[in-house]
């Protein structure tokens, strides 16, 4: 495999896991930007892009399909609900919740690993190209968002306004991406000024 995949590409192998795991679980929704995936760094979802950590998402993600409210605490507590759907997707925990993050730092059980096997590997073997082809080239990374529930890591957001007056926050990199349509008056959201950094 070549070392000089870019993100794009990792961002298929990503859809592409996914797609595995609606193999088996087929009210999981479709991964709407599996690029937002790549760099995004949450303490409470784990810091580094793994297919435990797609899996971990894709509890997340069944979750809401199903309506159930799995997390608390800005999203950091994971409950004893996204434990319960965890377990479903073949993630496991130890005993007891952490005190901040609650049954978050799930691992894949062994039945999990055997069903998924080729899958690990092949977005292993992405993951690794990925990092090859982009360590030490700052201007061609994607740092992906903050996470969903607010958590402090993925990079700093800014407010990006729209033409009605509303505004979101959100990572520069990631409005760069594509925009962000707002749902009021049907018009890109855009960073009114930039904003400087620290020297």
Request: hydrophobic share 35%.
């Amino acid at each position: 495999m070549s070392t000089t995949q870019t993100p794009p590409v990792l961002a298929a192998e990503l859809a592409q896991a996914w797609a595995d795991i609606q193999r088996y679980h087929p009210e999981l929704p479709d991964l709407a930007a599996p690029e937002s995936l790549i760099g995004e760094s949450s303490s409470a979802c784990g810091h580094e892009l793994s297919f435990e950590r797609l899996l971990h998402e894709a509890v997340h993600g069944v979750a809401a399909a199903r309506g159930v409210r799995d997390t608390s605490r800005a999203g950091r507590y994971h409950n004893r609900r996204f434990l319960a759907i965890a377990e479903e997707l073949g993630l496991d925990h130890p005993e007891e919740p952490h005190p901040s993050s609650g049954f978050s730092l799930v691992t894949l059980t062994p039945e999990a690993k055997r069903r998924y096997r080729p899958t690990i590997e092949r977005l292993q073997r992405a993951l690794k190209a990925h990092s090859a082809a982009t360590a030490g080239d700052t201007a061609r990374s994607f740092r992906g968002p903050a996470a969903r529930h607010g958590s402090s890591g993925g990079g700093v957001r800014v407010k990006a306004v729209c033409d009605c007056g509303r505004n979101v926050r959100v990572v520069p990199s990631v409005l760069a991406q594509a925009p962000i349509v707002c749902g009021g008056c049907g018009k890109p959201f855009r960073i009114p000024e930039v904003v400087g950094a620290a020297s």
